[in-house]
């Protein structure tokens, strides 16, 4: 860790200033020690009041719109830790370093012919200029791209607990099915994550009680009550890396995603699946949904439909219906129950007619 560094200062709504102080770690060590030493100071203030910086592409907009407000940045990308950077193929499995870049992921040869479901979403997320830039580390942890959040001068749980949910009754086109609450309907817009949790991986963190691993789905919380805490995450754990266990299924993988256009787009439905198959019989099934749900969603009642059975399009649509079992529609947002379990069934006929790269 670096002291000293550099002050700075966000516009708020009105144009006026936010200092907030900037700083630099050079390993990992010295990153959650800088982190948790300044929420110490600041009486065990919540996580947002220090932050890690590496990519910025969503923190930096955030502060901009004034809805996050760190007094505390901490710029990452200068550990040169291997663990943080290093994208490692091998018997046992992937191992992705939490400050590789999206494209560096999704480019990756090895990833492309063993993990493609991996480099797809990475792929078919946001533009090039940002995937340049982006980590893979903070991109599990982007935040909803709800328009009411994103605007102060609505009333958002999220953003300000107990406000009050204006999506609720407002436009919510873009809003959550799967597992929303009646204090937050805001959808997780992530693609990568959606195929991290089809996969089983496995997230290593560093924090004040030294390292520790975590199943991905463990990562984010449903937003029940409290939907301005979004993770799991205590303050000043930082991810490391990701870990992917190999697998027959994960070659027979693939990442679809439908939205309103082609390109620079976040997904109205999208689903990750992977397969192995004994012919046509469905030997291992993971499949994990994005679009409208609330966290990245693993439907765990899908892959129990098929597990034993031809992979039909008739039991897809059966798997697909369990999916969504669960979704609880608003005004505007019925459509992405169907909508997503079409995308599923697709996702599914197309994996089984895959031709793996030798």
């Known amino acids: 860790y670096r002291g000293g560094g550099a002050s700075g200062c966000s516009l708020d709504a009105e144009g006026l200033m936010r200092p907030f102080n900037f700083t630099f770690a050079t390993d990992p060590a010295g990153a959650v020690q800088a982190a948790t030493g300044a929420a110490a100071a600041a009486g065990g203030a919540a996580s947002g009041f220090v932050q890690y910086l590496a990519g910025g592409t969503t923190l930096i907009d955030l502060m901009k719109l004034d809805v996050m407000r760190p007094a505390q940045l901490i710029d990452i990308t200068r550990i040169a830790s291997p663990q943080l950077h290093a994208i490692d193929i091998g018997p046992q499995g992937l191992r992705i370093g939490a400050l590789a870049t999206m494209r560096q992921v999704a480019d990756h040869a090895g990833v492309r012919r063993d993990y493609p479901v991996v480099a797809q979403s990475l792929q078919l997320a946001a533009s090039q200029q940002l995937r340049n830039m982006a980590r893979v580390g903070g991109n599990v942890l982007q935040r909803t791209r709800c328009a009411y959040f994103r605007d102060t001068s609505w009333p958002c749980n999220k953003r300000t607990p107990g406000a009050g949910c204006a999506a609720m009754e407002g436009e919510n086109r873009w809003h959550a099915v799967l597992g929303a609450s009646d204090q937050c309907i805001a959808s997780y817009p992530g693609d990568w ?3 991290l949790i089809a996969l089983d991986t496995t997230v290593n963190l560093v924090g004040s009680g030294g390292p520790r691993s975590i199943p991905f789905a463990q990562l984010h919380r449903l937003p029940g009550n409290t939907p301005h805490i979004e993770t799991t995450l205590a303050p000043g754990d930082l991810i490391t890396d990701f870990v992917i266990a190999a697998g027959a299924h994960t070659r027979r993988s693939l990442y679809l995603k439908v939205r309103d256009r ?32 609330a966290v ?27 999916a969504f079992a669960a979704a609880k529609p608003r005004t ?21 007619t895959m031709e793996l790269v030798a």
Not at 264 to 273: M, N, P, Q, R, T
Not at 296 to 322: D, S, V
């Open 262 to 293: 082609e390109s620079y787009e976040f997904a109205l439905a999208s689903a990750a699946v992977a397969l192995e198959l004994d012919g046509d019989t469905v030997r291992q099934v993971r499949i994990g949904l994005g679009g409208p749900v």
């Open 332 to 352: 505007h947002n019925a459509f992405r129950i169907p909508l997503g379990q079409q995308t599923l069934v697709r996702a599914l006929l197309q994996a089984k």
């Open 193 to 195: 994550a959606t195929a």
């Open 296 to 322: 990245p969603w693993r439907a765990r009642e899908a892959e129990a439909l098929l597990i034993g059975k031809p992979l039909t399009e008739a039991n897809a649509t059966a798997a697909a219906r369990a």
